[in-house]
């Protein structure tokens, strides 16, 4: 059975000591002494919030803090959010370390015949449906490699109009992306 996580029940009162102070960041050690807990569990908190690395330290800023407790004060069931909060971060930290591997870097240039399955481009509208994360990288990827090698051919399906030649050195494309 997992150990209770006994700061969630003193959120409040955790919350109005962090609005009393005047820090504007938070250590691993001041996250022990405010939440009342040992180093190891500290250092899963501070994972499970954004940093910045000072020297050989981390530190979390107040508003991300505050955001955070607040999040879980909101929450009608503070540690099933908590639980909700460290499966999202071991996905996303799980997808960041695969993610060079997923969008095989050395892949060759695509074109927009080349369009993932995923991805529906019809005059106008671009759609990309995906069931999970990783087809949707994927799918980006392929879209991003295709602005860099097929631009051209892009706007045409995009916008429903063959693209006139220039002399301009693709300013005319650079145009139409902005717009």
């Known amino acids: 059975m997992p150990r209770r996580v006994v700061w969630l029940s003193d959120l409040a009162s955790i919350r109005e000591a962090i609005d009393r102070s005047n820090q504007a960041e ?75 591997a997923m969008l095989q870097t050395s892949r060759a240039p695509l074109r927009v015949d080349a369009l993932p399955h995923s991805v529906s481009l019809t005059k106008g509208r671009l759609q990309i449906e995906c069931p999970t994360v990783e087809n949707l990288l994927t799918a980006l990827y392929a879209l991003a490699s295709i602005v860099e090698h097929d631009l051209g051919t892009l706007i045409e399906l995009f916008e429903g109009q063959p693209q006139q030649a220039t002399d301009d050195g693709g300013q005319d494309e650079m145009a139409a992306m902005c717009g």
């Open 26 to 100: 938070y250590s691993r050690e001041d996250i022990e002494k405010l939440l009342q807990i040992q180093s190891r569990a500290a250092n899963l908190v501070m994972g499970l919030l954004p940093t910045t690395k000072v020297g050989t330290s981390y530190l979390v800023e107040l508003h991300a803090l505050k955001d955070f407790l607040a999040q879980l004060n909101a929450a009608k069931d503070p540690a099933s959010e908590l639980k909700r909060i460290e499966k999202l971060r071991t996905r996303r930290n799980t997808l960041k370390q695969r993610l060079p």
